[in-house]
């Protein structure tokens, strides 16, 4: 297998790992790491608020780039009978799914309040 | 200060994106057949690849800058748009939000399907990938401007 398909093969499954792992992550709130902005701190896993916001929409981008890179190094690497099995239209399908998702769980919080 | 400073730099880097994956998006869904003779058509023949590491560079660009003046946002716009319930445009914001966190996990797929080796291959691939983050790209554009108008730069 050429560095150029396996990096397709690649490409692929950090596109569809890294959509679900997001929507799973901003669901169930499995931030890597909290920015709390008002104090410039940042504190390991999902934190509560301290003296102002916390941000965990970097630790949920952490989260889902860190498991879809290992998902994805390990997917590029099977043998070629098992990724041939994995369609290109799942890269765009996926993040499609999971824009799909994630706005229609907003309209639902804060557009019907 | 530097606040605004960022802003602008982030404005001006994502109408850059803009016209980038536009002209790209055009290209796409409406190709010249014919040699291009007036500026639509010679806008639509665009040569498509070569806008593609344009478009990833930028968006981490515009994106990086975005998160910087996002942690800002959180302590200022953001407590001013709760406080006057105004939460439609708070969840417009939030949808720009996730949108973008799902564009930057496309941008590999994205790159290696526009590379001539594959791109005849996929190209209804190409042109789906194309799209979402075609359309990622204008709403946020859109969002953030609208967001900038009720709280923002000179408000």
Redesign the interface.
Same mark, same amino acid.
């Given at each position: 297998m050429s560095a150029s398909h396996r990096f397709g093969i690649f490409a692929i499954a950090f596109a569809i790992a890294y959509a679900a792992i997001y929507v799973i992550a901003t669901e169930m709130n499995l931030a890597l790491f909290t920015y709390h902005s008002a104090l410039g701190e940042f504190g390991f896993g999902p934190n509560k608020p301290r003296n102002g916001p916390a941000m965990y929409w970097f630790g949920w981008i952490a989260t889902s780039t860190l498991c879809a890179l290992v998902i994805a190094t390990i997917v590029a690497y099977l043998p070629e009978s098992i990724t041939r099995r994995l369609s290109p239209t799942w890269a765009w399908a996926a993040p499609l799914a999971a824009i799909v998702v994630t706005g229609g769980l907003m309209v639902r919080m804060y557009f019907f309040r | 200060m530097g606040m605004i400073v960022l802003l602008i730099v982030h404005g001006l880097l994502a109408v850059a994106l803009l016209g980038a994956i536009t002209h790209q998006i055009v290209s796409v869904w409406w190709p010249v057949r014919a040699p291009a003779g007036n500026f639509v058509a010679r806008y639509r023949a665009t040569a498509s690849t070569t806008y593609v590491s344009a478009v990833v560079v930028l968006y981490l660009a515009t994106m990086f800058l975005g #998160?910087v003046i =996002? !942690?800002?946002y !959180? /302590?200022s716009a953001?407590v001013a748009i709760i406080q006057l319930q105004l939460? @439609?445009p708070?969840? %417009?914001f939030?949808?720009k939000?996730?949108?973008a #966190? *799902?564009? &930057?996990? /496309?941008l590999? #797929?994205y790159? =290696? &399907?526009w590379?001539p @080796? $594959?791109a005849d291959q =996929?190209a209804r $691939?190409r042109v %789906? %990938?194309t799209s *979402?983050l075609a &359309? *990622?790209v204008w709403w946020n554009f859109l969002v953030g401007h609208f967001i900038n108008d009720i709280r923002g730069f000179g408000s």
């Amino acid at each position: 297998m050429s560095a150029s398909h396996r990096f397709g093969i690649f490409a692929i499954a950090f596109a569809i790992a890294y959509a679900a792992i997001y929507v799973i992550a901003t669901e169930m709130n499995l931030a890597l790491f909290t920015y709390h902005s008002a104090l410039g701190e940042f504190g390991f896993g999902p934190n509560k608020p301290r003296n102002g916001p916390a941000m965990y929409w970097f630790g949920w981008i952490a989260t889902s780039t860190l498991c879809a890179l290992v998902i994805a190094t390990i997917v590029a690497y099977l043998p070629e009978s098992i990724t041939r099995r994995l369609s290109p239209t799942w890269a765009w399908a996926a993040p499609l799914a999971a824009i799909v998702v994630t706005g229609g769980l907003m309209v639902r919080m804060y557009f019907f309040r | 200060m530097g606040m605004i400073v960022l802003l602008i730099v982030h404005g001006l880097l994502a109408v850059a994106l803009l016209g980038a994956i536009t002209h790209q998006i055009v290209s796409v869904w409406w190709p010249v057949r014919a040699p291009a003779g007036n500026f639509v058509a010679r806008y639509r023949a665009t040569a498509s690849t070569t806008y593609v590491s344009a478009v990833v560079v930028l968006y981490l660009a515009t994106m990086f800058l975005g #998160a910087v003046i =996002y !942690t800002h946002y !959180t /302590i200022s716009a953001r407590v001013a748009i709760i406080q006057l319930q105004l939460w @439609k445009p708070y969840g %417009l914001f939030e949808m720009k939000e996730h949108f973008a #966190a *799902i564009g &930057f996990g /496309i941008l590999p #797929a994205y790159w =290696y &399907f526009w590379q001539p @080796k $594959v791109a005849d291959q =996929y190209a209804r $691939v190409r042109v %789906l %990938l194309t799209s *979402i983050l075609a &359309f *990622i790209v204008w709403w946020n554009f859109l969002v953030g401007h609208f967001i900038n108008d009720i709280r923002g730069f000179g408000s």
